[in-house]
């Protein structure tokens, strides 16, 4: 089957041959750019395993290290049935990536995979009678386990749970910050034009997490779930940067985090008018988007306070104030939203208290650390 030109010619140039199968329900989707080394030797241990139902695609970022390993896995590719790489002409970030899956893979579903991680084709394959059967499902998060010999960073496992339309928006929405582990209904999501929204978004709002504006639109119009499945394991990174968590300016910056905040707050707001649309008006509860947005504030707040609160305090910025600071930008944007004179009142009071909460474990925690480094000093 020829791959046939969708408004990304630019990016790919002419046509592409993309290997099909009726059989096949989902595509596993590598992302990858600059991990080929590490990508290689997991596709060579796959091989063996891929199953019509689930071909295999490797798409690449424009990869500038590991050329030869990247080489080395279209050759594979190029001699191995229900296994594809697709290599992009240019960088086209990693939001430009994860929007290229819409029109790269040929299947219903696909399933992302980073690629370090390794996904878990005998899960997939006990998937398969659910999603035939589930094809209004726009998109799962599935749980991620861990392997001998990796340190678990990024492990989690769900409770199994469907939400039903417009339901998820706060919880599976704002969900699954790492994407590994996501399937998306290709099919559906294109049908209601997911994929083209993101694109609008692509080099300013949405950059940093596609994958979750992608989700919480998901979850305002059609079903969504988490998965008790573990569909993919946890690899270990080939490269770390420890200045990541330690060097101020980034996407780790104060600043940053607000513009990813504001993101998010306009992703919700689109979501809850995608209900008004789609929701019979018995149906429509207009808290949702409120309950989210307190969600939204109360995942930023412990970010703030604790998953970057030792950089910031590094960086000689007042925790106490910083935090306080944020709650009153979360109580400020929120001012202004439809029907906000409802609820402002109660959300400001929970997100007040939510940021003494996060002030209170934060002091703790940073207190024990101070002590530990005490009696290692000593």
Not at 12 to 36: E, M, V
Request: glycine residues 6%; proline residues 3%; aromatic residues 12%.
């Amino acid at each position: 089957m020829k791959f046939a030109k969708v408004g990304l010619a630019n990016v790919f140039g002419g046509h592409l041959s993309i290997k099909s199968d009726h059989a096949a329900i989902g595509t596993i989707c590598f992302i990858t750019y600059g991990r080929g080394k590490i990508l290689l030797e997991t596709v060579k241990e796959l091989i063996p395993d891929i199953a019509p139902e689930w071909p295999i695609l490797v798409v690449d970022n424009a990869s500038k290290r590991g050329v030869d390993e990247y080489l080395e896995i279209k050759k594979l590719a190029d001699a191995t049935q229900h296994f594809d790489y697709v290599r992009h002409k240019r960088n086209i970030g990693f939001q430009g990536n994860i929007g290229s899956l819409f029109e790269l893979v040929k299947t219903q579903f696909f399933l992302i995979v980073s690629d370090e991680d390794k996904p878990s084709i005998e899960t997939l394959l006990h998937m398969v009678p659910f999603l035939k059967e589930n094809r209004d499902i726009g998109a799962i998060l599935t749980s991620i386990g861990t392997v001998e010999g990796v340190k678990p960073s990024q492990q989690w496992l769900y409770k199994e749970q469907i939400f039903e339309k417009g339901d998820g928006i706060g919880l599976f929405g704002l969900s699954g910050n790492y994407i590994t582990g996501t399937i998306y209904n290709r099919l559906l999501l294109k049908k209601l034009n997911i994929p083209e929204r993101l694109k609008r978004h692509y080099y300013f709002s949405n950059r940093d997490y596609p994958h979750q504006y992608i989700n919480i639109l998901a979850a305002a119009n059609t079903r969504t779930m988490f998965s008790d499945k573990v569909a993919v394991f946890e690899g270990m990174p080939e490269t770390y940067e420890p200045e990541l968590f330690t060097e101020y300016f980034g996407n780790f910056s104060y600043g940053a985090r607000l513009d990813q905040f504001f993101a998010f707050r306009d992703a919700l707001v689109e979501a809850f008018d995608d209900c008004q649309n789609v929701c019979l008006p018995n149906e429509l509860n207009i808290s949702r988007v409120y309950e989210a947005y307190v969600t939204l504030c109360n995942k930023y707040q412990r970010i703030i306070y604790t998953t970057q609160g030792n950089m910031y305090i590094r960086n000689k910025l007042n925790l106490k104030i910083t935090g306080e600071s944020f709650a009153l930008f979360c109580i400020a944007a929120v001012d202004k939203l439809p029907y906000s004179k409802y609820f402002k009142d109660s959300v400001a009071e929970t997100i007040l208290a939510t940021n003494h909460k996060w002030l209170q474990e934060s002091s703790h925690d940073h207190s024990q650390r101070l002590k530990k480094f005490r009696k290692l000093g000593a």
